[in-house]
């Protein structure tokens, strides 16, 4: 074994180096700096999206004839690291990552040729639309249905948590076609137009005071039945596809280093304003730092690891339910290290003229993030899967039970 | 880069695990006390198998094994619950004569350390301080041609059984934090002394010196390791009590009492040398070989806790089928998985080779807060899921308790490494790059992009320094 970088990683480093430096603008980074919730504002991600694809590299992991750049994973693993630790957005992954895969792979040459250049270019911003009021980690629960009526499909129903449904011009949806056999062989999976007539937004607020998710109401919205990806019935196998790559094919680790980054730049902030930690404190702190940062490395490394195994487009398999769990509570444990280590300030809510009134430098605003981006980390192990649900995989497939 | 075992190392692996699992010490009991006279036969063919020079330089008839290759041995050791003195004895002892002795020290001991007819022991830590970094209370005083020595060690592992006992002890009057010590009582206390060592005096600077350095506090004295041969005399002033260790192992409470030793018995010659770093870097790469040590023991006491979980029924099923079990095995699946790759990450980290002997150290901390966590809680559950048989001695999952619980105490507890390790980070905000792949390059523009920037990554952080 070793960490050694072939040249050929390290010219690929020196590489994505060089186009960060040229393209990365302070604005875009400022603006994933502040981002507190889940992913960045359209007006972060989309212009960075753009620049990806002018350089090629916007959708590492699909063929090449459709703008692929037929990396190894660990390839990816330094791209990722090297935009994280540089502070890029992050792209809204719907389309290039959850959508954009599930296309290729199951859907007709036509749909092909209808979607995947949109994703591309960003003219379409899509939403998931998976989870339901009866239906969260018990996902085949679901009961929004889409009743055949001439060429299209009829749906009626809700949908729960819809990321970015207020941004979204289309929504990739899983619906009930049938209530015969298995539940999840009842359920197609659709692409539904936002602006179609009977489809309502409504905002939910959330703990952190962002406005992220949406629940979605459709009453008889007509869906064309050439805007299903794949046979009838067979959605649940899109899904499972899907969901593999949600939780698999993130490189988790980079985004985690970012975050503790932030606090500790929030610190240097509180610490330019006199903010002395003393004794006991500063000894609480070392500690806590010390296990978090310990953490971090070993996921570090068993990401790598598990990456260096894989071939390209492989899925990790079972071994995801793993990296999706520790990485959804490192993520917390990074957020609970912020506020404690805020002390006093962990208290202050959203108050814009706190950094003014003290003539702070540019470094203040980040203060005042860390304390939403713990609230919204609780729900890191809650979506895509809770950590239960990932529990029982790992429980199933590693210990073989 | 390779992210799996090569060649060599995987058939080091596979011997050991095969030789190891036919050992007659497998069918246990576990980590119980037993006589020198059980494990020597398997030490021999240790020696046959070529693990006793395995980490040793091959100019000293050794074969140059790095971290990887020692962490896989050891690791076998804890999957098969082997009790013996490599790590004091090889890694410790017999590394630190090849790396500081004479041409002279170094053949007259390690061809037979290599080939299992001696053995050495290393005696380091003190009841005054139990920072393996901290300065040695124990002291030499310079004795005609020769030293005498001072002080008393702690739980010497094989300190009774060893052929010849390194003995690392700081030298009077040389190091800045001598000066406190030489101005006590010239003959200590034979017991252990209660009260805690005089600090050094403090530099005007001290706490920000402390706090920019991005090593733990390891500098402040010179020390040096002399060389005590056990059989042929038994020195005067030297006491020896002998006791074992929770997992079984034999070791020894020793006491100097102005001992003395002749010149030559210190390793290496060179007037004015310091001991101290390639002391610390040996203890660091040792913590690091423990913790592989523990993830085999931990992937023991996994592997047998899913098997009896399937097998044990209560109300009427297995009670792997019941969620609450089912949860604390994968929840203890995922520790033995990140505890593996700290384990690999800080042993391919020594092998790629280190500025500096606290880069070292913060490794070893690194691991030792992942793996002493981890085994806490392995080991709690394996219990806890065995039921009453869980604490009896009727399994090996007790004695992997005890090997366990002995391992997160051994070198510093984990909450001591990680507040060391925080420490170390923020100091030296190496913190803030990839650790696995971090930058050698550096950015034209730091301000704007300090995370990989190397050069501004190794600027002390300012926070937690005030």
Not at chain 1, 280 to 296: S, Y
Request: some cysteine.
């Amino acid at each position: 074994m070793d960490l050694q970088l072939t040249p050929e990683l390290a010219a690929f480093r020196h590489e994505v180096r060089a186009f960060l430096r040229d393209r990365l603008t302070p604005a875009l980074r400022r603006g994933q700096r502040l981002t507190t919730a889940m992913y960045p504002e359209p007006e972060i991600s989309g212009p960075w999206q753009a620049m990806l694809r002018e350089r090629g590299w916007l959708v590492p992991l699909w063929p090449k004839e459709w703008g692929g750049t037929g990396w190894s994973p660990v390839q990816r693993f330094v791209f990722e690291t090297e935009c994280a630790l540089a502070g890029a957005p992050l792209v809204h992954p719907m389309g290039v990552r959850l959508l954009g895969p599930v296309i290729l792979r199951f859907g007709t040459e036509a749909q092909k040729q209808r979607y995947l250049p949109r994703i591309l270019s960003g003219d379409d911003y899509w939403c998931q639309g998976f989870s339901e009021p009866g239906a969260g980690s018990d996902l085949a629960a679901l009961r929004t249905r889409a009743v055949r009526d001439g060429d299209d499909y009829v749906v009626s129903g809700a949908k729960l948590w819809t990321t970015h449904a207020h941004h979204a011009n289309r929504m990739f949806a899983l619906v009930r076609t049938s209530n015969e056999g298995r539940r999840q062989d009842g359920i197609s999976f659709l692409l539904i137009d936002m602006d179609a007539p009977g489809i309502t937004v409504r905002p939910i607020a959330t703990i952190g005071g962002d406005h992220d998710v949406n629940e979605v109401f459709f009453d008889e919205v007509r869906v064309p039945q050439a805007n299903r990806i794949g046979e009838e019935n067979a959605g649940w196998a899109c899904a499972r596809y899907l969901l593999e790559f949600e939780r698999g094919a993130g490189i988790f680790s980079p985004r985690l280093r970012s975050q503790l980054m932030r606090v500790g730049d929030a610190m240097a902030a509180l610490q330019a304003r006199g903010l002395r930690h003393d004794g006991a404190q500063r000894e609480l702190l070392h500690v806590r730092f010390g296990e978090v940062c310990a953490d971090l490395d070993a996921f570090e490394m068993l990401e790598l690891k598990t990456l260096g195994q894989l071939t390209p487009g492989q899925s990790p398999g079972p071994v995801s339910s793993i990296l999706k769990l520790r990485a959804s509570r490192l993520k917390q444990q990074i957020g609970e290290l912020g506020v404690e280590m805020l002390g006093l300030e962990g208290q202050r809510w959203r108050d814009d003229g706190a950094a003014r009134a003290d003539g702070g430098g540019s470094d203040d605003e980040i203060v005042g993030t860390l304390l939403p981006e713990y609230l919204n980390s609780r729900a890191f192990t809650i979506f895509g899967g809770a950590a239960e649900v990932q529990l029982g995989i790992i429980a199933r497939s590693v210990v073989g039970l | 880069m390779q992210l799996t075992l090569n060649e060599q190392q995987r058939l080091i692996e596979e011997s050991a695990l095969n030789f190891l699992s036919r050992q007659p010490d497998v069918a246990g009991p576990w980590y119980d006390a037993r006589p020198e006279s059980r494990w020597m036969p398997m030490w021999r063919a240790f020696a046959e198998m070529g693990w006793l020079g395995l980490p040793l330089p091959a100019e000293a008839g050794g074969f140059d094994g790095g971290a990887v290759e020692t962490g896989l041995l050891m690791r076998a050791f804890g999957r098969h619950g082997i009790n013996v003195p490599y790590d004091g004895g090889i890694l410790l002892a017999a590394r630190l004569l090849a790396a500081l002795g004479t041409p002279a020290q170094r053949d007259r001991w390690l061809p037979g350390v290599i080939d299992g007819s001696r053995r050495l022991a290393l005696a380091h830590d003190e009841a005054q301080c139990h920072d393996p970094w901290a300065p040695r209370a124990t002291v030499a005083r310079r004795d005609g041609t020769g030293w005498r020595l001072h002080g008393a060690k702690l739980m010497v592992p094989d300190g009774g059984g060893a052929d010849a006992l390194l003995v690392s002890a700081r030298l009077d009057g040389e190091g800045r934090g001598a000066t406190p010590l030489s101005n006590r009582d010239p003959k200590p206390d034979p017991q252990p002394d209660p009260k805690p060592d005089p600090q050094p005096d403090p530099k005007p600077d001290a706490n920000t010196d402390r706090n920019a350095d991005p090593k733990p506090d390891t500098c402040g004295a010179t020390h040096a390791v002399f060389l005590l041969p056990m059989r042929d005399t038994q020195a005067q002033g030297l006491r020896l009590h002998r006791c074992h260790t929770v997992d079984g192992a034999a070791a020894a409470d020793v006491w100097l009492d102005g001992v003395h030793v002749d010149a030559d018995a210190m390793l290496g010659t060179a007037e004015g040398s310091d001991a101290t770093a390639v002391l610390h870097r040996l203890l660091a790469e040792a913590t690091i070989a423990l913790c592989w040590e523990a993830c085999g023991a931990m992937q023991a006491a996994f592997a047998r806790t899913a098997v009896y979980t399937r097998q044990r029924e209560q109300f009427g099923r297995p009670i792997a089928s019941f969620q609450a079990v089912q949860h604390r095995l994968a929840e203890m699946a995922v520790c033995c998985e990140e505890a593996v790759a700290a384990c690999e990450l800080a042993a391919l980290r020594v092998d790629a080779g280190l500025a500096h002997p606290g880069a070292a150290i913060a490794l070893a901390a690194m691991a030792k807060s992942k793996v002493g966590r981890a085994a806490r809680y392995v080991s709690q559950q394996a219990v806890q899921l065995h039921g009453g048989m869980g604490v009896s001695e009727e399994l090996p999952i007790a004695g992997l308790f005890r090997k366990l619980t002995r391992f997160q105490q051994q070198g510093g507890s984990p909450s001591w490494h990680a507040a060391q390790y925080g420490r170390a980070m923020l100091a030296s905000g190496t913190w803030r790059d990839s650790r696995t792949l971090p930058s050698p390059g550096a950015w034209g523009d730091s301000r704007t992009l300090p995370s990989s920037n190397r050069s501004s990554a190794e600027a002390p952080a300012p926070w937690i320094s005030n």
